[in-house]
T-cell receptor, first 114, second 112 residues
Framework: DQQVKQNSPSLSVQEGRISILNCDYTNSMFDYFLWYKKYPAEGPTFLISISSIKDKNEDGRFTVFLNKSAKHLSLHIVPSQPGDSAVYFC?????????????FGKGTKLSVKP | SAVISQKPSRDICQRGTSLTIQCQVDSQVTMMFWYRQQPGQSLTLIAT?????????ESGFVIDKFPISRPNLTFSTLTVSNMSPEDSSIYLC?????????FGPGTRLTVT
């Protein structure tokens, strides 16, 4: 049973437009969420994170939104650039008490077209 | 963030053989993790390796198949034993810093 779901395996966006990547989770114990970017033949690179006490975190072109009631988070990239083309993984963890392990979604492949 | 290196970056191995993957971190870390990413799948945790204690394996992974060493706070190895084609995957080393987790470049293993 998948606790973290990324229902869109792929997304194609025009350069300069907004990319929105979505992620849903089922475990209400998750209280910290992370996004990773992965290029082929490289390991995942940490991108941005958000704690459950917030509903938004912004870092340059990247913004993550968290809707706890819907158990949904999204990553917005604006403006999108061809170099953003990669697979994006959503991950969740419960940090209350002893730290749990990251649970990953299956990823969304983003293609940004020039 | 931590800088993590892995060796080898890729290998092609024959069925029934074993491969040891090395992971080196540029700083001392308590917890190191080993993940597997099979084609088209998410990252799956194999085990957590703490220095000075036995590794903790996740459901579906056993020590006989994936023995792990953690001799010090900057190094770990994962061995994939008695390989079969189903072990073809990317194997990733990872460390945690505060709440963020960082990954090595991965080892792409193909078993023929």
């Amino acid at each position: 049973d998948q606790q973290v779901k990324q229902n869109s395996p792929s997304l194609s966006v025009q350069e300069g437009r907004i990319s929105i990547l979505n992620c849903d989770y089922t475990n209400s114990m998750f209280d910290y969420f992370l996004w990773y970017k992965k290029y082929p033949a490289e390991g995942p690179t940490f991108l941005i994170s958000i704690s459950s006490i917030k509903d938004k975190n912004e870092d340059g072109r990247f913004t993550v939104f968290l809707n706890k009631s819907a158990k949904h988070l999204s990553l917005h990239i604006v403006p999108s650039q061809p170099g953003d083309s990669a697979v994006y993984f959503c991950a969740a963890v419960s940090v209350r008490g002893s730290q749990g392990n990251l649970i990953f979604g299956k990823g969304t492949k983003l293609s940004v077209k020039p | 963030s931590a800088v993590i290196s892995q060796k080898p970056s890729r290998d092609i191995c024959q069925r029934g053989t074993s491969l040891t993957i090395q992971c080196q971190v540029d700083s001392q870390v308590t917890m190191m993790f080993w993940y597997r990413q099979q084609p088209g799948q998410s990252l799956t945790l194999i085990a957590t390796a703490n220095q000075g204690s036995e590794a903790t394996y996740e459901s579906g992974f056993v020590i006989d198949k994936f023995p792990i060493s953690r001799p010090n706070l900057t190094f770990s190895t994962l061995t994939v034993s008695n390989m079969s084609p189903e072990d073809s995957s990317i194997y990733l080393c990872s460390v945690r810093s505060s709440y963020e987790q960082y990954f090595g470049p991965g080892t792409r293993l193909t078993v023929t």
